[in-house]
């Protein structure tokens, strides 16, 4: 399973943009980069995925460097309620035995008011 | 309905009883996953269900046992645990297939203690 890399962990203050990167050099040409954070207390939730293209959605948005060998979540403007664990995955295409989501160790934020 | 329930929230049990864990979906998912968490850890995959079959078992030992009796539920069976089984049970779900996102929804969880 092709493997990600991430700060234990990083500060930000609240109403600031955060930079959350994520090393993945092994990464295969069919993986896709996924990110999901885990609010205390909670199961993970779905952040943001791409595959080679920058990707925006209502939550945040995911900066992929052209030769995929890492990638960085943007919050453009950090609350206190972003304050979570932030995994990077990298998830295979669908099918067989590829059906797995392996979570690396991720990065904790802390949001300062 | 984006909801994935897990129960119960909180068990306790003994190293000789045998308890199950129940999650349920109603989003006409067809693939259904157990994560076992410890403490200040990622969670760890542990079992895959495709098409109400099992089709990823990470060399989980048998103790733990699931069972997918139909597309909406996922049961996890537990009989003679360890105390170092004690742990956060996450069941999750999503929607197979190549042209879908691969989404996983996350319940919050089954906090087991096995005393």
């Known amino acids: 399973d092709a493997k990600t890399t991430q700060p234990n962990s990083m500060e930000s203050n609240e109403e600031e943009p955060v930079h959350l990167p994520c090393n993945h050099s092994?990464?295969?040409?069919?993986?896709?980069i996924h990110w999901y954070r885990q609010l205390p207390s909670q199961g993970p939730e779905y952040v943001i995925h791409?595959?080679?293209s920058n990707v925006n959605n209502r939550m945040a948005s995911l900066a992929i460097a052209e030769d995929r060998k890492s990638s960085t979540l943007i919050l453009h403007r950090a609350t206190l309620r972003d304050a979570a664990v932030y995994y990077c995955?990298?998830?295979?295409?669908?099918?067989?035995?590829?059906?797995?989501?392996?979570f690396g160790t991720g990065t904790l934020l802390a949001v300062q008011p | 309905d984006t909801e994935v329930t897990q129960t119960p929230k909180h068990l306790v049990m003994g190293m000789t009883n045998k308890k199950s864990l129940k999650c349920e979906q109603h989003?006409?998912?067809?693939?259904m996953y157990w994560y076992k968490q410890k403490a200040k850890k990622p969670p760890e995959l542990m079992f895959v269900?495709?098409?109400?079959?099992?089709?990823i078992n990470e060399s989980v030992p048998s103790r733990f046992s699931p069972e997918c009796p139909n597309s909406s539920l996922l049961n996890l069976h537990l009989h003679a645990l360890q105390p170092e089984d004690s742990a956060l049970y996450l069941c999750?779900?999503?929607?197979?297939?190549?042209?879908?996102?691969?989404?996983?929804?996350f319940g919050e969880g089954s906090r087991l203690t096995v005393l």
């Open positions: 999750a779900s999503s929607q197979p297939g190549r042209s879908n996102t691969g989404e996983l929804f």
């Open positions: 092994t990464i295969s040409g069919t993986d896709y």
């Open positions: 791409g595959l080679t």
């Open positions: 995955i990298l998830r295979p295409p669908w099918g067989g035995a590829t059906n797995k989501l392996i």
């Open positions: 989003m006409g998912h067809r693939a």
């Open positions: 269900y495709s098409y109400e079959k099992l089709s």
